[in-house]
């Protein structure tokens, strides 16, 4: 009985050897491996060179463009002074001074290149009255004027009508227009 499970296995074990063989021991056809073609570098440079010539144009116009738009000190403040009438009656008079304030103060600092706007109206006042070579030496008492009118009613609480408010208007926009035509 031994003699015959010996046999048996191994009649079993000779069955599978030819099949173990084959695949361990037998030559397999030859596996291609795919050669990757040429990447397309002329494509990806025209795409290069294209998204680089777009961004070099949109640069160039945007450079031309804003020094069309570029508007003189006198321009901006008079449209400023325009878009401040339109709201004349909506704002408050404290609101209202500020801006028709600071209007003015952005011109002079614009065409003059005075500090006007970092300034309180007393410093600015006093540095206007010691410089007599100042292109704004004339036009100091308008000035101060149409100022203290504004930080009345900034910090005084003072209350401005109608036409109170349209005076404070003609007084920025004659000042503006007295002073854009000296050098």
């Known amino acids: 009985m031994v003699i015959a499970v010996f046999l048996g296995a191994a009649g079993h074990l000779s069955a599978q050897a030819p099949d173990a063989a084959e695949d361990i021991r037998d030559a397999k056809p030859l596996v291609e491996i795919p050669v990757p073609g040429k990447p397309p570098y002329e494509f990806w440079l025209g795409v290069g060179g294209g998204i680089l010539l777009v961004v070099v144009v949109l640069f160039i116009w945007r450079h031309f463009r804003g020094k069309q738009k570029a508007k003189s000190p006198r321009e901006v403040a008079m449209r400023s002074l325009t878009e401040l009438e339109v709201k004349t009656d909506t704002l408050t008079a404290e609101a209202f001074a500020y801006q028709s304030s600071k209007v ?13 706007p970092r300034r ?3 410093e600015f006042l006093r540095d206007l009255a010691r410089d007599e070579t100042s292109p704004l030496a004339g036009q100091g008492d308008h000035l101060r004027l149409f100022l203290k009118s504004c930080d009345l009613a900034k910090f005084a609480g003072s209350n401005l009508d109608t036409v109170q408010r349209v005076e404070l208007l003609q007084a920025a926009r004659g000042f503006i227009q007295a002073t854009s035509a000296t050098p």
């Open 104 to 116: 003015v103060r952005q011109y002079i600092a614009g065409r003059f290149g005075l500090a006007a």
């Open 120 to 122: 309180t109206t007393e």
